[in-house]
């Protein structure tokens, strides 16, 4: 399992080994001994599940907010995605950027985005499926958005003259500028 961390900290990109055969692969992809071995210990106790039936569908840009906040560990079941991670926590360094990398069920990748960063993705291809560990469970009541097109975050989201398709909620998210953070960098 190849554990790469990215420019903005705390975010990793995984790459869990894949043994072929006749049959097809096998592969491990989730093992908490192995990112314990990184340093990363979270414990995760929800599993999530989506499919987004045409490319270019964006889900995004989501968080939980303490004390129900998440850390994600994200992969791709079927098709192709663009995953991005936006650091959100006050007074980090790398506040308002971002970071995106290809997950697909070719590559096997996965990404870690832990607490304090939002989380989204755009479909790359069709009837692509999202599947990812959450480190808390779905409280409604500490749902928070930043929309996909903030002018301060700037997402390339690769998705040339297409128009993305989102939920009422995400065409509606507040900009950066208007977000009052609850997260907060503490030197991780
Ligand atoms: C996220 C979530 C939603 N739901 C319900 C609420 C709603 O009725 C329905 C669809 O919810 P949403 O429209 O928020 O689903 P979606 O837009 O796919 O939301 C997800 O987006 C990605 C980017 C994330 O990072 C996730 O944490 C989550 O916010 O599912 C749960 O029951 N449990 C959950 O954990």
Aim: hydrophobic share 35%; aromatic share 12%; glycine share 10%.
């Amino acid at each position: 399992m190849k554990i790469e961390q990215t420019p903005l900290s705390g975010v990793f990109v995984i790459t869990p080994a894949r043994f072929g055969d006749h049959r097809g692969f096998f592969s491990e992809s989730y093992s908490s001994k192995a990112l314990v071995e990184h340093g990363i210990s979270t414990q995760f106790v929800q599993d999530n599940h989506s499919l987004s039936m045409t490319q270019g569908t964006i889900r995004g840009l989501h968080f939980q907010a303490p004390p129900h906040a998440q850390d994600k560990l994200v992969r791709c079941g079927r098709g192709a995605l663009f995953d991005v991670a936006v650091d959100i926590r006050n007074g980090s360094p790398t506040y308002g950027q971002w970071y995106g990398a290809e997950l697909s069920f070719e590559n096997g990748k996965q990404m870690l985005v832990p607490a304090g960063f939002a989380h989204g993705f755009v479909t790359r291809a069709p009837e692509t499926e999202i599947i990812y560990k959450c480190s808390d469970y779905y409280a409604q009541e500490t749902e928070g958005a930043v929309a996909w097109d903030d002018p301060q975050v700037e997402i390339d989201w690769g998705l040339g003259v297409m128009t993305p398709v989102l939920s009422d909620k995400d065409a509606n998210a507040p900009s950066l500028a208007d977000l009052n953070s609850p997260f907060t960098f503490e030197g991780v």
